[in-house]
């Protein structure tokens, strides 16, 4: 059973930053590949950010240069640093593992960030 857990949403201004972090427990190989997506109401998911071995770390051009992700592995942890926050950053976002960015299998529950 694989289980994701996210924490750290809330509410900030705009230039402001937030931290996310995703504990993800089950399977070990579905945190191979790790992730963060956002979906704002009535649009596609995006993905955000990905991070594996295989291709170092990703990031979608919405969010180049002002977010950072990492992990954790003693902690099986994934973090998601947001900086330089936008209103347009605004969405649900979700911490996701195993297959690759864009074919994500398992997901969390989301959490809000809202920026103003």
């Known amino acids: 059973h694989v289980q994701l857990v996210e924490s750290g949403g809330g509410s900030v201004q705009a230039g402001g930053s937030l931290r996310l972090s995703c504990v993800v427990s089950?399977?070990?190989?579905?945190?191979?590949?790790m992730g963060w997506l956002r979906q704002v109401p009535g649009k596609q998911r995006e993905d955000v950010a990905a991070?594996?071995?295989?291709?170092?770390?990703w990031y979608g051009d919405s969010v180049k240069g002002r977010f950072t992700i990492s992990r954790d592995n003693a902690k099986n942890t994934l973090n998601l640093q947001m900086n330089s926050l936008k209103p347009e950053d605004t969405a649900v976002y979700y911490c996701?593992?195993?297959?690759?960015?864009?074919?994500?299998?398992?997901w969390g529950q989301g959490t809000q960030v809202t920026v103003s």
């Open positions: 089950g399977d070990s190989y579905v945190s191979v590949c």
């Open positions: 991070i594996s071995p295989a291709f170092g770390s």
């Open positions: 996701a593992a195993w297959l690759s960015v864009g074919y994500w299998v398992y």
